[in-house]
């Protein structure tokens, strides 16, 4: 579960840096760009209120049912924040006929998904799961909505789970960094706080109060459910007037949400936190979501932070002197206003002040001058494309669907989006800059590296003074919602069998160049995916020089044929095409996405890419000054800390141990990118996947022009032998942590065992879903962690099984042994037959979630290929499981996991920590974060090490 700060127009595309970044628009393509489909729905209304939308989605047999709550912490007073959390948490510990967790057990039994989140504006639960369960699901969303009852027990235990989420976002580099932005930016709508509350309130808040403010706001309706997927509606339909019709609906809610004043003059606000790297947000007031000026304005999003070349990243990171890590600007759209947002993360050595001065001076530059008519075709294309991806699955429908109904007041807004943007012009974007964002209008919020955490200010509330076993006295009895369920309603939520699974396509098979080459048809969507798997990646990087890798692959890309880094990511996103390498450790990938309007040139560019690479130096140096600041910035992460930590010790100076530093990546040089190069990406022994809207013939000729005349040998395979395994606890002094973060592990099988079988079983009891052992015990009945995870993981050459989460720093040895409990409770004795049965009906039934879209299942064949499973793998898997007993299940445990020997690691305050572990785990090494290793320690970490 968690929370959103916002609703942006386009949910589906935000605004973020990913591994392979997608590089969109259209400005010389010739064909005539594909179109996306209309989505088709039905809406009607129930007597009650309640607002129902089917739409239909028949590529896959699986749905999607979502209700959306029209509350949010907009909703809330201001000395009761956080009550809208706390439903998203509160409402899936059961009702009238569905016991306490019993939602997200049966969801999860038949291999679905369910979880919640929480925004400014509505509060929303979804469920995924095969399509024969749907009335199971309807049948559990309408009974909480009509019998949801808060008790002192439910409040008290998810309470601390709320607490440990909120300290989740504290203990996080620059976590905060919205919260303060709209404390800043709001002075008196209740948008001036987010949704993850203030620990103190709901300390403060009797539980009558949370009964009130379910019985005000969580009626049919103030409610919105939408169906998507593989479903007839006539069907639907009958099953929602069964379960939701009856439910009485309540009093009209009335809302008295003061009214932002007109911002008059600029608000500049400095954070100082315990980052590497400054940071600088400004934001700018906007009108309501549902005016037609937020389509001009996402627009305008898009063309100053949205891919490579937009104007930000020209301007400070993709430039001739680089002074950002990233850059980002958007549209975050709320009901009642909405902030338009420009960010960056400064690269150590340079100035803040200078890069807020251009990122103000780049917004000033559209007001002033506008847009280029180049600038705007583009962002139609990368517009247009993020539409189409929309439709792609049931999910995507319900998402875009649900938010234009409760807050566009119009459905069909889903199929005019794109006409309205494609009518937009140069001058609309002007005017529309000129009209918010205007210096004056800004807020500027300025995050302050502060190293060593000496000036960073305390948190305005703390998870830390909660008293976790008060409930402060009822003020008033507890007035829960007087409903008389129908005579005939059912006892108990109807579930189906698990039905048949259907066949995971194979694809057809063809050879080009020495290449095996597989094609997975689906005409449904003009859109294309292609992964191209070469032999060999980073497990082959000389020790020193890990990083390079990563280095070369990006290097492949900054720059090749007649093209420098610029003009090829501009070529690209003028035609919605994306191409990445992604490194997976023993293999590595050439990525490829683009409509189908746009193949023969992807197709040129990915060759350009892969054979004719120039290597620029001023790029390679302009990127390794990047890479280290970025691996800079990690060393501050205390969960990547945590987990490079466990690696190391685990795996010692093996391949599976090492990873890249700010040291290692310094030390690579352009030859050594070059050596790498010439070694890893070669032909011999390479996979091609090609899936979506292409035919076997045109996939042969397009991976022709890619392949032809490639050569090169492969080189021999890493050294996989592994260091004798010796246990240890290590401690990672961070003294001005907020919460202890935990990762534990040790040795175990790899993915060619027969162990994976039952080890994939026992992954499940342990924590397959909200009522497996680990989340029951650990997380509802204790109330110690937000989230925690612990399973067998096993890779080709290796394996680990591990733990890993993060809790308040006083419970830290407590979390653990109880977590080591639960593992030692499934070595020690069989899972019982309804665990079993569950786990495998879990394994059996997610199958189905990985075939909505035909690319999951080209990676799912390909994937089979590298570990040299059979091409039917995959369908007969859930009868492979069928014949696992649970007995094999305790003895993979017990024949890799003993709790005593799992090494530790806990990155948290050593001076409030180690004393508890040694206590319970004995000795305890201390170490100082990373970026303080080698430099001058501390004399309290001093002290602690000895």
Not at 96 to 106: D, G, S, W
Not at 604 to 628: H, Y
Not at 735 to 745: E, F, L, S
Not at 796 to 817: H, Y
Request: a negative charge; proline letters at 6%; one cysteine or more.
């Amino acid at each position: 579960m968690l929370f959103r700060l916002a609703l942006s127009k386009r949910i589906l595309r935000p605004l973020a840096l990913t591994a392979c970044l997608l590089l969109t628009a259209g400005l010389s393509a010739a064909p005539t760009p594909p179109q996306p489909a209309s989505i088709e729905f039905t809406k009607e209304t129930l007597p009650n209120g309640l607002d129902v939308i089917y739409a239909p989605l028949h590529q896959a047999p699986v749905i999607h049912v979502r209700v959306l709550y029209h509350v949010g912490s907009r909703d809330e007073r201001p000395d009761r924040q956080g009550f809208a959390h706390m439903f998203e948490h509160m409402m899936f510990r059961g009702s009238a006929h569905v016991a306490p967790e019993q939602h997200m057990k049966l969801v999860s039994m038949v291999g679905g998904h369910c979880n919640a989140f929480t925004s400014f504006d509505q509060t929303v639960y979804v469920n995924t799961l095969p399509s024969n369960q749907l009335e199971m699901v309807l049948y559990l969303e309408a009974d909480r909505m009509a019998s949801f009852k808060v008790s002192e027990d439910i409040y008290k235990t998810e309470r601390k789970v709320v607490a440990q989420e909120w300290s989740l976002g504290q203990n996080r580099p620059y976590g905060t960094m919205f919260e303060d932005f709209f404390k800043s930016a709001y002075t008196t709508h209740s948008y001036r706080w987010t949704p993850i509350g203030n620990m103190q309130h709901l300390q403060a808040a009797p539980v009558n109060e949370l009964q009130d403010f379910f019985n005000t706001y969580y009626l049919p309706n103030n409610a919105l459910l939408v169906i998507a997927g593989d479903f007839k509606t006539a069907d639907a339909q009958g099953l929602v007037r069964k379960y939701f019709a009856w439910i009485p609906r309540g009093p009209q809610v009335q809302r008295n949400i003061p009214a932002e004043p007109a911002q008059t003059e600029p608000r500049h606000v400095v954070i100082p936190q315990r980052v590497p790297q400054s940071a600088v947000m400004i934001g700018y007031h906007l009108p309501p979501i549902r005016s037609d000026e937020h389509y001009p304005l996402e627009v305008l999003g898009t063309i100053l932070g949205d891919g490579r070349s937009s104007r930000l990243d020209r301007l400070l990171v993709n430039c001739a002197a680089p002074q950002c890590m990233n850059v980002s600007a958007g549209d975050s759209a709320l009901e009642d206003s909405g902030i338009f947002i420009v960010r960056a993360t400064v690269l150590n050595g340079h100035s803040a002040q200078e890069v807020e001065k251009q990122l103000a001076d780049a917004v000033a530059s559209v007001c002033a001058n506008g847009v280029t008519s180049d600038e705007l075709q583009k962002a139609r294309t990368q517009i247009r494309l993020g539409i189409i991806r929309d439709r792609e699955t049931a999910n995507d429908l319900a998402t875009q669907l649900g938010q234009e109904t409760l807050f566009g007041g119009d459905s069909n807004r889903v199929n005019t989006e794109l006409g309205k943007i494609e009518a937009i012009t140069t001058a609309d974007i002007q005017a529309v800059a000129r009209k918010y964002l205007q210096p004056q209008l800004a807020t500027t919020l300025y995050v302050k590296p502060d190293a060593l955490g000496r000036d960073a200010r305390a948190a305005t509330t703390a998870a830390a003074a909660i008293n976790e076993g008060l409930v402060t006295p009822l003020s008033a009895p507890i007035a829960a919602r007087d409903v008389a369920f129908p005579a005939d309603y059912p006892q108990q939520a109807p579930v189906a069998g698990l039905g048949n699974v259907p066949e995971f396509q194979k694809g057809e098979e063809i050879q080009v160049n020495g290449v095996r080459i597989i094609v997975l048809s689906d005409h449904r969507l003009p859109l294309v995916n292609g992964t191209l798997a070469l032999r060999r990646a980073s497990q082959n990087e000389p020790p020193g020089k890990e990083g390079v890798g990563g280095l070369t692959a990006e290097m492949l890309r900054r720059g090749s044929g007649n093209l420098s880094y610029a003009q090829f990511s501009d070529d690209l996103e003028s035609r919605a095409i994306s191409l990445g390498i992604a490194d997976q450790a023993d293999h590595t990938n050439l990525n490829i996405f683009c409509t189908t309007d746009q193949l023969d040139h992807a197709f040129v560019r990915a060759r350009e890419m892969l054979l004719s690479p120039t290597f620029p130096g001023d790029e390679f140096d302009k990127l390794k000054e990047q890479t280290i600041n970025h691996l800079t910035a990690d060393q501050e992460n205390a969960g990547t800390v945590a987990s490079h930590e466990l690696a190391a010790s685990v795996y010692g100076d093996s391949v599976f141990g090492r990873y890249a530093t700010p040291a290692s990546v310094a030390s690579i040089t352009l030859d050594d990118v070059k050596d790498y190069y010439k070694k890893i990406y070669v032909p011999q022994d390479a996979i091609m996947v090609l899936s979506g809207d292409i035919t076997i013939a045109q996939a042969r000729e397009l991976a022709t022009r890619l392949l032809d005349g490639w050569q090169g040998n492969l080189i021999a395979a890493a050294d996989y032998t592994m260091p004798a395994y010796k246990r240890r606890v290590i401690l990672i002094d961070r003294p001005d942590a907020r919460q202890a973060t935990i990762r534990a592990g040790l040795p175990a099988y790899d993915i060619h065992c027969q162990d994976k079988f039952a080890g994939s079983l026992a992954n499940m009891v342990l924590n397959g879903s909200m009522d497996s052992r680990m989340v029951k015990y650990v997380r509802a009945q204790l109330g110690l962690v937000y989230g925690i995870g612990s399973s067998f993981t096993p890779y080709r050459n290796n394996g680990i099984f591990n733990l890993g989460t993060d809790c308040k720093i006083e419970t830290t040895a407590r979390t653990i042994s109880a977590s080591l409990k639960v593992i030692d409770g499934v070595c020690s004795a069989p899972p019982s037959p309804d665990e079993l049965k569950d786990a495998k009906l879990r394994v059996a039934g997610s199958m189905v979630m990985n075939m909505q879209l035909i690319r999951q299942q080209a990676d799912m064949r390909l994937e089979g290929i590298l570990n040299d499973y059979p091409a039917d793998y995959y369908d007969k898997l859930p009868s492979r499981l069928a014949q696992v007993t649970g007995e094999e299940v305790r003895q993979v445990m017990d024949k890799y996991v003993d709790s005593p020997e799992m090494t530790i690691v806990v990155v948290a305050p050593a001076a409030a920590v180690k004393e508890q572990l040694e206590k319970r785990f004995g000795p305890v090494e201390v170490v100082p974060m990373p970026a303080q290793r080698g430099a001058t320690t501390t004399p309290a970490t001093k002290e602690l090490m000895h």
